[in-house]
Nanobody, 115 residues
Framework: QVQFVESGGGLVQPGGSLRLSCATS????????MGWYRQGTGKQRELVAR???????VYADAVKGRFNISRDNAKNTVYLQMNSLKPEDTAVYFC?????????WGQGTQVTVSS
């Protein structure tokens, strides 16, 4: 069963920053494009950013210019640096492969942007 372990969320004021981390197995990390997804209360889960095995990133319009996705191949870990956070970024953030080929999800990490 595929496993993803997310961490790094928290409460931050608007304009603040957070860095999320997600660890997975080496097999998954070496083969798949990795993505960060988020799900706000009452909303559908959406893709925020993805990064290829070669390190090429793609961002959703809502986060372009504010978020930065990266991956550490030695640690089988993908990161999401979030800057200039807005209240609408509040959500549970998950990582997974892209495109989705599994229904297995980690526990996610809660990000709350509020003053």
């Amino acid at each position: 069963q595929v496993q993803f372990v997310e961490s790094g969320g928290g409460l931050v004021q608007p304009g603040g920053s957070l860095r999320l981390s997600c660890a997975t197995s080496r097999r998954i990390f070496n083969i798949y494009v990795m993505g960060w997804y988020r799900q706000g209360t009452g909303k559908q889960r959406e893709l925020v950013a993805r990064i290829s095995t070669g390190g090429s990133p793609v961002y959703a319009d809502a986060v372009k210019g504010r978020f930065n996705i990266s991956r550490d191949n030695a640690k089988n870990t993908v990161y999401l640096q979030m800057n200039s956070l807005k209240p609408e970024d509040t959500a549970v953030y998950f990582c997974n492969v892209w495109p989705l080929t599994t229904s297995s999800w980690g526990q996610g990490t809660q990000v709350t942007v509020s003053s």
